[in-house]
């Protein structure tokens, strides 16, 4: 049993899709044409890291309610969290596609990190490796 998808709330699909894979190295699993639920057209998209099980599905917001939420599912926290093996190279590609970072890297007893913003506004924790002791 594993979550095999979690849905992040987006403005636009393809500056979501070249944010995620250009910028995070993401892989686009799926972009196709889909219809809401009382038939109108959407796009299903789905990118995830490399070789992980769990993606993530691009939502274009729809409607005001969910405009609202772009950028604030997780209320202002770190809502979500990256575990890369390579801190540094991932940081270093992250600012070269201008990732927005809220904090300088540091160091803690769970690993090197620090906290960036999704091209929706959203805050993540970029993680080096697992510190082993």
Do not use: C
Not at 78 to 106: I, K, N, S, W
């Amino acid at each position: 049993m594993y979550i095999e998808n979690t849905t992040l709330i987006v403005e636009d699909y393809d500056e979501a899709i070249r944010f995620f894979v250009d910028a995070l190295g993401f892989d686009l699993i799926q972009d196709a044409p889909a219809t809401t639920n009382d038939g109108r057209a959407k796009r299903w998209v789905v990118v995830r890291p490399p070789e992980a099980r769990t993606g993530l599905l691009l939502a274009r917001a729809d409607g005001e309610h969910q405009s609202h939420a772009v950028g604030a599912q997780y209320a202002g926290r770190v809502g979500l969290f990256l575990r890369v093996d390579d801190f540094d190279a991932a940081h270093r590609r992250m600012l070269e596609h201008g990732v927005v970072f809220l904090t300088e890297p540091r160091d803690e007893a769970y690993g090197r990190f620090a906290v960036f913003l999704d091209i929706a506004g959203n805050r993540w924790d970029l993680l080096g490796p697992d510190v082993e002791g």
